[in-house]
């Protein structure tokens, strides 16, 4: 895993550094759509009544951009993302009356629809600040309990466990030089995902950070 990631930020850079300069479009009036990739890690725990720690997670996505006007440098952008959420807890008792480790793995296909605004700092170097709702179908994950002596898993999308469909919020800033771009930016889950019978509520969070292009 760490050898393709490499590979692939290699990649990035190689093509950012040998391309002519795009930061954000700004200096090309006519063009309207931008595609980019986008490669990156998330830090996510689960918040509500659960408040578990963050676990680290992989995110992996393709994006298209709109400018909205020839005049405003306001971007609408869209795409698909393989993201993986979740988080960890240590619980007493269980069904073994014993402290056990909770590990909570969602995998989920995300859309999110943001609105950017380009910032133009320098010839080759723009500021992108950004706000948009997510949409996402949970499509994989494990809950692994780990006690002593033993250790058992669940499908986390279970009936009884999370439910598959969330809505968030994300709110985060890009950067961009010639081709290469960059992100940081938190996401909040605001759709209730528990299923669990106690009624307790459950809400993802994640603090993200992506690389990629932009061409």
């Given at each position: 895993m760490r050898k393709i990631i490499t590979t692939i930020c290699a990649c990035i850079l190689t093509i950012g550094a040998s391309a002519?300069?795009?930061?954000g479009g700004f200096h090309?009036?006519?063009?309207s759509v931008y595609y980019g990739l986008r490669m990156g890690f998330t830090s996510a725990?689960?918040?509500g009544d659960f408040d578990t720690d963050a676990r680290t997670g992989l995110n992996l996505g393709a994006v298209v951009g709109l400018r909205c006007s020839p005049y405003t440098p306001m971007f609408l952008e869209s795409g698909i993302y393989y993201t993986e959420r979740g988080g960890k807890e240590g619980v007493p008792g269980l069904e073994r009356g014993e402290n056990a480790t909770l590990k909570y793995n969602l995998s989920y296909l995300e859309i999110p629809v943001l609105m950017k605004?380009?910032?133009?700092?320098?010839?080759?170097?723009?500021?992108?600040?950004?706000?948009?709702?997510?949409?996402?179908?949970?499509v994989g994950g494990q809950t692994k309990e780990s006690y002593p002596g033993g250790s058992r898993k669940y499908d986390s999308f279970d009936s009884d466990r999370f439910k598959r469909f969330d809505v968030g919020i994300k709110l985060g800033c890009g950067v961009e030089w010639n081709m290469i771009y960059a992100e940081l930016g938190y996401q909040w889950g605001i759709t209730n995902i528990s299923e669990f019978p106690d009624d307790a509520d459950a809400f993802n969070r994640a603090f993200y950070m992506n690389i990629g292009i932009n061409f």
């Open positions: 002519q300069m795009m930061s090309l009036d006519h063009r725990h689960i918040g605004y380009g910032i133009e700092v320098a010839d080759q170097f723009a500021v992108l600040p950004y706000v948009g709702p997510t949409f996402a179908f949970g």
